[in-house]
């Protein structure tokens, strides 16, 4: 039963996070949404508290240790503790190893890695104090297999894995669940962006179907947790 409880989700202003956080307040979930662009987070808390839900957000950088901890602090001023937590926020760009720019490289690791473990750490403390919670991190297929030109998206992705199977052997003591998520090409704006859908969006997943497995994750009897789960197309 997720209605009446409470999530952050980071990345929320569009795509996948979007996604997820409409999922969460149509099963009556008060949803707090983190992104960069204030006006768009400002168009969906409007479209998430349609659902008779509390809403609310935060315009910060993932990567700013100083901003995560500032911003965090407030939201939980308004909602309280968070049952439930989606490390969605994520950049990505491609390019041969060699060639890609030190720069491009950095912002990827501090936002995709770094993003992930600031906001852990400043929700976890409430969570462990509870003794309840929900940490999903979105990883992807390319965490699970590097190709060429992914080099530094993959190295992210492949550390947030790693940080989500260590964090979940330490908090499961505390009734809380950390699950990994590893989907496929989704037709959000950022593969649209990026070119992956060969132009061709409706091939791929939707961000309503990633949301639904979220929701699926969710609702699992609490006595068990699901470590790491997949989702592909059926379109080859």
Do not use: C
């Not at 409470?6 to 996604?19: E, H, P, W, Y």
């Not at 003794?131 to 550390?159: M, Q, R, W």
């Not at 590893?182 to 950022?190: C, K, L, R, V």
């Amino acid at each position: 039963m997720l209605k009446g409880k409470k999530a952050l989700v980071t990345g929320g202003s569009r795509g996948l996070g979007k996604a997820i956080a409409i999922a969460l307040a149509k099963k009556g979930v008060d949803v707090a949404i983190t992104g960069r662009n204030i006006e768009k987070l400002k168009s969906v808390v409007e479209q998430l508290q349609s659902y008779g839900v509390q809403a609310n957000s935060e315009a910060f950088d993932v990567s700013n240790k100083e901003q995560v901890f500032e911003s965090i602090k407030r939201l939980e001023q308004d909602f309280g503790k968070f049952d439930i937590l989606i490390n969605n926020a994520g950049i990505a760009k491609f390019g041969e190893f060699s060639q890609m720019d030190v720069s491009d490289w950095e912002n990827i690791i501090n936002t995709n890695v770094m993003g992930v473990y600031y906001v852990t750490r400043a929700v976890l403390p409430s969570m462990i104090d509870s003794k309840v919670g929900d940490i999903i991190n979105v990883s992807s297929t390319a965490g699970l297999n590097g190709n060429p030109t992914t080099s530094a998206y993959s190295a992210s992705k492949f550390a947030v894995i790693g940080l989500s199977q260590s964090l979940m052997k330490e908090v499961r003591k505390h009734n809380i669940r950390v699950t990994t998520l590893t989907p496929s090409t989704i037709a959000s704006d950022m593969s649209i962006d990026l070119g992956l859908t060969d132009g061709n969006p409706e091939k791929v997943l939707q961000p309503e179907d990633f949301a639904e497995l979220v929701i699926a994750t969710l609702e699992f009897p609490r006595r068990a947790l699901i470590q790491s789960a997949s989702i592909w197309s059926t379109n080859p």
